[in-house]
């Protein structure tokens, strides 16, 4: 069918005859000459059909379009100087077609243009309807190639670096409490029974522990029936890991080694091991988010001590009910931003109150460290309390401090969500820069206040600290997220491995002994049987994808990806189903349309 790919024909095999099949990228007639560049998945060569020198294909060029797939026999040519092309491997040579079969027309007017040079911006339900056609194009099709370049290193890396074994858990499984809502799945052959797709192979991977298997890998299918965002799907892929006899540190240690491979394997990029650490604490007193972006250096001040008397009702009501005052401190930020930013309708003050803040205070800082403010700020600031701000932040002449004060949670939620607006309109992230780190000991379990009781914030099976396990309920879990750039990129933990701790967490999270048997007794008879100290991560291939691809969102590097309401535009899914279909399961709709 063909010699070469379009791609792989260089200036060595000049003179030499190949055949190429393809897709018309462009067809261009210069004065009688007919110039077309045939594109296939390794790139574009430009094909010649002319009256003089090959007249036997030149009917059959002259009636190709657009996106036409075509075979094409020729030969190698130099190109004439005037016409060498450097923005393409294939730019020093040219072929002169002497045969020219069309193996599929294009029957219907294209709904966006596919060609490789072509920079129009197409709608982005046009693109995931024809997903077909848009796969065709560049930008897409790299960032598969991307994606199937990581997943090779992934590969490469645990199975002849590491000596992990590629396992493959069930699809169909049990539901179970904990974690986003499952999609369920009918069972026909036992009635009134359902499945559970997997959100995670999280106690599978743990039973292979129980089963000796040691060094555990999948390249993993996961779902989950939640809101969707721009990084998320309702079907994503994991790659998913567990190991035994290892500390957190070993675990560590060996991801980065992975994350390394990966850079060097997949961008040519050479990382620096280790990778900088933050506990959970430090990580929220710091940037205020428990996945900070520390490509730039602005962190937050707690200064709630300093002010807790200072008579300003503002800053000492919060923290009489248990809230906080903490200041971002901008140094320069006097000259880069005004009054107008940061009061009500300025895009700072936006910015803050959407993530639930009621205002804005500030300072300046200006020469001889005089403070610059206005109102009730002002006036009830002691200078003691004001030597304090300014020695606590070590702001200097220039600097601008920006005050949130309410809940704990609402002031570092609106301060980090302040941080990374400014970050970005400051100009403060050097274009390419690279920050990985790891964020631990995170807490065992945080209050639900709709179901008031108390969850585990990453699940119920992760081990708490040796030391903690006299209360869990303030219990810190041998936890670790790796943190790209502000972004997570993968989380992981060591496993509780010892039935009474198992039984004392599900407790903790109101589970009866009655429910979590019925729930997890499996699990819980395995710990039984010999069970040895595990632990684990799972990275969110489509995120880590995303991130060396530079998109913004997790649809660029998947084939055929839902849109934000779970459907697919190219297939229509999901779509209604027969009555009879549902019979089969013995389910009955009560939807009302």
């Known amino acids: 069918m063909r010699t070469y790919y379009c791609g792989e024909i260089e200036a060595n095999q000049i003179d030499e005859t190949v055949t190429l099949c393809g897709w018309v990228d462009r067809r261009r007639d210069h004065g009688g000459v007919i110039f077309i560049d045939l594109r296939d998945r390794t790139g574009i060569v430009q094909i010649v059909s002319d009256p003089q020198r090959t007249p036997e294909s030149y009917s059959d060029a002259a009636t190709l379009r657009n996106e036409y797939v075509v075979r094409i026999s020729g030969k190698v040519s130099q190109r004439p100087p005037e016409s060498l092309n450097s923005k393409i491997p294939t730019g020093e040579i040219e072929i002169y077609a002497h045969s020219i079969e069309i193996l599929n027309a294009v029957s219907k007017q294209l709904p966006f243009s596919v060609s490789s040079d072509e920079s129009e911006s197409v709608r982005e339900d046009l693109r995931l309807k024809y997903r077909y056609l848009d796969l065709r194009r560049e930008r897409l099709y790299g960032n598969l190639r ?162 807790h008397d200072c008579g ?75 030597e304090q701000i300014l020695e606590k932040t070590g702001a200097k002449p220039g600097h601008l401090l920006l005050f949130v004060a309410g809940e704990a949670q609402v002031v570092d939620k609106a301060l980090d969500r302040m941080r990374l607006f400014l970050g970005e309109d400051l100009g403060l992230i050097k274009q390419g820069q690279i920050n990985l780190l790891w964020v631990t000991e995170f807490p065992m379990f945080e209050w639900n206040p709709q179901e008031k009781r108390l969850e585990a914030i990453h699940h119920p099976f992760t081990a708490p600290y040796p030391e903690d396990r006299g209360d869990l309920s303030k219990a810190r879990a041998q936890a670790y997220d790796i943190v790209f750039n502000g972004i997570e990129i993968g989380g992981g933990s060591l496993r509780i491995y010892q039935k009474e701790i198992q039984e004392q967490v599900f407790t903790t999270i109101g589970l009866s002994p009655k429910e979590a048997q019925d729930k997890f007794g499996f699990l819980l008879e395995a710990f039984e049987y010999g069970t040895p100290p595990h632990g684990g991560i799972a990275y969110g291939l489509d995120r880590l994808v995303m991130l060396l691809a530079g998109e913004d969102s997790i649809r660029d590097v998947i084939a055929f990806p839902k849109t934000q309401q779970a459907s697919c535009l190219l297939t229509e899914a999901p779509s209604s189903v027969s009555d009879r279909q549902l019979k089969e399961l013995y389910i009955a709709s009560t939807y009302e349309d």
Request: hydrophobic share 35%; charged share 30%; net charge neutral.
């Open 146 to 307: 991307l994606r199937h370049e990581v997943v090779k290193a992934m590969r490469r890396f645990l199975e002849d670096e590491q000596h992990f074994i590629e396992v493959e858990t069930p699809i169909l499984t049990r539901s179970t409490p904990e974690g986003a809502r499952d999609y369920l799945v009918p069972s026909r052959v036992n009635p009134g029974e359902w499945y559970a797709l997997p959100q995670s192979p999280q106690l599978f991977k743990q039973l292979l522990m129980v089963a000796g298997c040691d060094r555990y890998y999948q390249i993993a299918r996961c779902f989950r029936d939640e809101d969707l965002r721009a990084d998320r799907q309702p079907e994503f892929t994991q790659l998913d890991m567990e190991m035994s006899f290892m500390s957190v540190d070993e675990i560590i240690a060996l991801n980065e080694k992975l994350i390394c491979y990966i850079f060097k394997k997949v961008k040519n990029i050479e990382l620096v091991k280790p990778f900088p650490r933050l506990t959970y604490r430090e990580a929220m007193e710091q940037y205020g988010s428990d996945r900070p972006d520390t490509r730039f250096d602005l962190k937050l001040v707690d200064v709630s001590e300093i002010v």
């Open 312 to 386: 300003f009702k503002v800053f000492t009501d919060p923290i009489k009910n248990g809230g906080k005052v903490k200041i971002l401190p901008i140094p320069q930020g006097n000259d880069a931003i005004s009054n107008v930013r940061i009061k009500p309708g300025g895009d700072i003050y936006k910015e803050a109150t959407i993530a639930g803040a009621k205002g804005i205070a500030y300072i300046r800082v200006r020469e001889n460290l005089e403070l610059d403010t206005i109102g009730a700020i002002k006036d009830n600031l002691s200078q003691e309390q004001k």
